[in-house]
């Protein structure tokens, strides 16, 4: 993992390195960097730099997760790979390449927050956002 997802990830506890064969989820490619970082974590659970707590979810699960939430349903071309427990997904948008967070309740594009085109940079403001 990248220093500097190890130093904004300091507490939090992954599942270990995967060496699951997931591409796609929902018909979208995943991104070569949340590959890159999802293999080396699988997911886990804690804090997220000084402010906020992340779980993301295991890549094996992530087929299972959306089509719980049914998010091609309300957000179409998106996919969610964790949640803060509190309410919010964390998602990625093939259409706009961008990741974000979005309330569970409304899964509204309209309602789309802290978009960033980079999944270090929409973790690092996330933790930012709650200061």
């Known amino acids: ?5 190890k130093e904004l990830l300091a507490d939090f506890t992954s599942n270990g390195k995967s060496d699951a064969a997931v591409s796609e989820v929902n018909d ?4 070569q960097e949340y590959l890159d970082f999802i293999h080396d ?16 979810y295991p890549l094996e699960e992530l ?8 998010i091609q349903e309300y957000l179409p071309g998106y996919f969610v790979w964790g949640t803060d427990l509190g309410g919010m997904l964390f ?7 961008m990741y974000s967070a979005v309330d569970s ?11 960033e085109p980079s999944l270090l940079a929409f973790l690092k403001r996330w933790d930012a956002e709650l200061e």
């Open 63 to 70: 087929a299972e997760i959306n089509r719980d939430y049914e």
């Open 41 to 56: 974590c699988n997911g886990g659970e804690g804090n997220l730099g000084k402010n906020a707590y992340i779980q993301i």
């Open 1 to 5: 993992m990248k220093q500097e997802y």
């Open 28 to 31: 979208i490619p995943l991104p």
């Open 91 to 97: 998602g990625y948008s093939h259409k706009t390449g």
């Open 105 to 115: 309740v409304s899964l509204n594009e309209d309602d789309l927050m802290y978009e």
